[in-house]
C-alpha cells in the first residue's frame, strides 16, 4: 500500500506565505502526477495545482502567480509554496499522486488526509 502524509497547514495572516508538503511512502515502483487540491468550508473539492515526474506544471486561474508547486522525485515529496495568502485561500488541502505500484503494471490514485490552512487576521 501507499500513503501520503501531508504537513506545513497553519493559521496566517493576509498576504502571508505558507509552505506545504506531502510525502508518499509504501510499495511505490514510480510515481507519476502529483497534485495540490483544497476544499474550501461548504465547497466542492478544486484544483489547486498539478506537477508531472518530468516536471510540468499546471495551475488553476485563482493562484497562478502566487502558488508554485515542485517535487523531489528523490524523496517521493512534492511541495506547495504558496505567497500572497488571502482568505479565500481558506481550504483543507489535500495532495494526490498516482503510484505505479511496485512489482506490478498497476497504477492508483492515492490521496492524503488533508492540511487545514486558514488565512485570516
Known amino acids: 500500500q501507499v500513503q501520503l502524509v501531508e504537513s506545513g497547514g497553519a493559521l496566517v495572516q493576509p498576504g502571508g506565505s505558507l509552505r506545504l508538503s506531502c510525502a508518499a511512502s509504501?510499495?511505490?515502483?514510480?510515481?507519476?502526477?502529483m497534485g495540490w487540491y483544497r476544499q474550501p468550508p461548504g465547497k466542492q473539492r478544486e484544483l489547486v495545482a498539478t506537477i508531472t515526474s518530468g516536471g510540468s506544471t499546471n495551475y488553476a486561474d485563482s493562484v497562478k502567480g502566487r502558488f508554485t508547486i515542485s517535487r523531489d522525485n528523490a524523496k517521493n515529496t512534492v511541495y506547495l509554496q504558496m505567497n500572497s495568502l488571502k482568505p479565500e485561500d481558506t481550504a483543507v488541502y489535500y495532495c494526490k499522486a498516482r503510484v505505479l505500484i511496485l512489482g506490478t503494471p498497476y497504477e492508483y490514485a492515492y490521496w492524503g488526509q488533508g492540511t487545514q490552512v486558514t488565512v485570516s487576521s
Open positions: 509504501g510499495s511505490i515502483f514510480s510515481i507519476n502526477a
